[in-house]
């Protein structure tokens, strides 16, 4: 102890130490603008709060601080070899106790860079920008986030500098583990600032909280391994790597420690049990004899859990099949399956997440499956793409997490779907179709819905919204968004935009597709980026509602309103005009993919027309060029030209690139072909023709040859060079 003490005493006298806790401190407050210092357009001029300041600051600070503390630790212990005699310690027979003590010396003033800089910056937040401090995101942050960062970097580049008695090769290694940190989407390895971008307004830390200790908890147990196997070939006096290997062996201490480490990092890799890996539908064969018909879920959330359970009755017609395949989530665990009321056993098939339930030869098929669980995440998309989450506050499943378990079969002209979803009283949620009733009975509010679709694709939303409805001639939105966003929404006239873009559509494309549902549109976290449609309901992030206000300065003169500082909110406004759009493409008109052409492509073009409109050629010319680039970077892929390279890639890579050239395809190729085609005929006769082809196909299925020939447009005119 009192070694340690003089320790840490001998260190503060130290310049270096000085300078690196002043350096650290300015890093992390620089690191509260971190944000808008990225070149991500989504999270610029974030509003300011507790949360993304100290997220910000603990995040970059993070990034820099463990690379500085890194070259403080080896520097320290390189330098006992210079300076100090070796003999003196050796003879000491006390070298693991002075290495152990370093380290936790070093450790003190660590924790010390981290209670400084987290007093530093709250106070910035407090005098500088007058916003109300919540310690708890203060105290996840820097503690969980920023303080173990430094701490592995220092454990990692000891144990590594013991191993390889060089200064160069350890702090290399550290680099290069550090860089691997910074370029990995799966967020076991991200050690040095998790993967997560920004910790969400809406929902808060719990949706990825768990994961972020996760990593934590792995990797305390690799820096103890790979420190303790520094100990292990620690050079011992006048002896070489081997001999000091076996004087090093016999602490049996150390060889219990390194085992528990070793055991503790493999099981809890191996273990891991937040992620799994989603498999894509269009990856598995659907079953061309059967159909479904009838869709009836009844789920129960817990949301102090953050589970799910309940059961899903699916009614199918049967034209020869003997077995349906459905696509799961490993998180949810089946309790029984009925087919046609008898209990049946279900087999797992290829793919981890793929059952197969066999099924008699008769016409009429009727499968219950009752299950419940924890939904599972895709490894590489926690925090950025995530596809469903249950947490206390709020519940966000898309249809690709397959919370409701996905038949793989054909779908019937119409899909019959009814059911409730019962979630805790305090959140509104917002069900798929039409709302039928809803009924509260101790605490739990249960939401009943009535649909009929073309796809079994639903959602469930839920927070602590505020609604409002707009209405234009037969259309009617529910806007679902969080109080805390009420001032931006009104101040920067959403429900405005919402409506000006329903006028648009309606009168350029023609009619809403349905007098009974209404559309919805639902705040959601930045969990998952952007927007996304499935049928009647809408989702979209938060960073759309939830900007600084002052970096925008809305000016009015005249009832009309000016933006200073346009792009990110026409960003913005597009990405809604873009889910919007896929009510006419994609719920309205049923649009066959045939990549390039999609729904996808027609929702680019409708949103591009929209912000033309809206805000001048000046802005919309910005969403072309930057289509116009993504698609010569397309043309200038060298492995996509490349078919034989192609081969040799691995499947991963391989896939990857496929899925980025589809994308290109239809995001950003198609809406360029549609705006040659609208050069071609002239901007209204383009517009007119597409509002026929609209009315036409209204609740029908429109194939790319179908739409050139009702537009009077051929591929050759559309062609881009
Ligand atoms: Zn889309």
Avoid at 193 to 215: E, H, R
Wanted: net charge neutral; hydrophobic share 40%; charged share 20%.
């Amino acid at each position: 102890m009192l070694l340690l003490k003089n320790e840490i005493k001998f260190m503060l006298k130290s310049k270096t130490m000085l300078l690196l806790v002043i350096t650290a401190c300015i890093i992390m407050t620089i690191g509260i603008n971190s944000v808008n210092m990225s070149n991500d357009f989504d999270l610029f001029y974030i509003k300011r709060s507790s949360s993304t300041i100290s997220f910000g600051s603990a995040k970059f600070g993070a990034s820099i601080c463990s690379l500085l503390f890194g070259l403080f630790t080896v520097l320290t212990l390189d330098k006992d070899k210079r300076k100090r005699s070796k003999a003196i310690i050796e003879s000491n027979q006390s070298y693991y106790k002075l290495m152990v003590i370093r380290i936790l010396s070093i450790a003190f003033y660590e924790l010390l860079v981290t209670l400084l800089g987290m007093a530093i910056v709250m106070a910035m937040q407090k005098l500088a920008y007058g916003i109300p401090i919540n310690f708890s995101y203060y105290l996840f942050n820097y503690l969980v986030i920023f303080f173990p960062s430094l701490l592995f970097s220092t454990l990692i580049v000891s144990g590594l500098y013991l191993l390889t008695d060089s200064l160069d090769i350890s702090f290399i290694t550290l680099g290069v583990i550090f860089i691997k940190s910074l370029t990995s989407t799966n967020y076991l390895f991200t050690w040095v600032q998790t993967n997560i971008d920004i910790l969400s307004d809406f929902a808060g830390i719990q949706p990825v909280g768990n994961t972020i200790l996760y990593n934590r908890l792995l990797w305390l147990f690799i820096c103890i391994a790979v420190f303790s196997i520094g100990l292990l070939f620690k050079r011992r006096y006048e002896l070489n790597l081997r001999s000091s290997f076996f004087v090093n062996i016999k602490n049996k201490g150390l060889i219990v420690l390194l085992i528990a480490a070793i055991l503790g990092s493999g099981s809890t890799y191996i273990k891991e049990p937040y992620t799994m890996e989603l498999v894509r539908n269009s990856d598995a064969v659907i079953a061309e004899e059967i159909y479904l018909n009838k869709l009836s879920p009844r789920i129960i959330f817990d949301n102090e859990k953050g589970e799910m359970s309940g059961e899903v009755i699916y009614n199918f017609t049967n034209k020869g099949s003997s077995s349906i395949k459905f696509n799961t989530n490993e998180g949810l665990k089946i309790n029984s399956i009925k087919v046609n009321e008898k209990e049946t056993e279900y087999e797992k098939a290829k793919y981890d997440n793929i059952i197969e339930i066999p099924i008699p030869n008769t016409e009429k098929i009727e499968v219950i499956i009752s299950y419940g669980g924890k939904i599972k995440s895709d490894k590489n998309s926690v925090g950025r793409g995530m596809p469903g989450y249950i947490s206390k506050d709020s519940i966000y499943l898309l249809e690709n997490s397959n919370w409701i378990f996905r038949p793989l079969v054909k779908c019937g002209d119409s899909i019959r779907i009814s059911g409730y979803y019962s979630v805790p009283d305090y959140l509104t949620m917002v069900v798929p179709g039409i709302l039928v009733a809803t009924e509260t009975k101790d605490g739990m509010k249960k939401w009943m819905f009535e649909y009929e679709s073309h796809t079994a694709d639903i959602g469930a939303f839920a927070g602590k919204y505020k609604k409002s409805q707009i209405t234009f001639e037969n259309m009617n939105v529910e806007f679902y968004y969080s109080p805390r966003h009420e001032e931006y929404v009104a101040d920067m006239r959403i429900e405005d935009h919402i409506k000006d873009i329903m006028k648009y559509y309606t009168e350029n494309m023609g009619q809403y597709y349905s007098d009974i549902y209404p559309l919805k549109i639902a705040e959601v976290a930045l969990y998952k980026r952007g927007g996304h449609s499935s049928e009647n309901v809408i989702t979209i992030s938060e960073n759309m509602l939830n900007r600084d206000k002052s970096m925008y300065q809305t000016i009015s003169d005249g009832g009309s309103t000016q933006y200073v500082n346009t792009d990110v909110f026409v960003q913005d406004i597009s990405v809604i005009a873009h889910e919007m759009a896929h009510q006419w493409w994609g719920t309205g008109v049923n649009v066959v993919e045939n990549s390039p052409w999609s729904s996808e492509g027609l929702a680019q073009y409708s949103s591009y027309k929209y912000i033309q409109e809206k805000f001048g050629d000046m802005e919309s010319q910005l969403f072309l060029s930057r289509w116009e680039s993504r698609v010569r970077e397309l043309k200038n892929y060298y492995y996509i030209n490349n078919s034989e390279m192609l081969d040799k890639v691995n499947e991963k890579y391989r896939q990857s690139l496929e899925m980025e050239r589809l994308q290109s395809e239809l995001y950003y190729l198609m809406p360029i072909k549609l705006l040659r085609g609208e050069e071609a005929l002239g901007e209204k006769e383009f517009l007119k023709r597409l509002g026929r082809v609209y009315n036409n196909y209204l609740l029908k299925d429109l194939t790319f040859d179908e739409f050139l020939k009702e537009m009077g447009l051929s591929e050759e005119v559309m062609e881009i060079e």
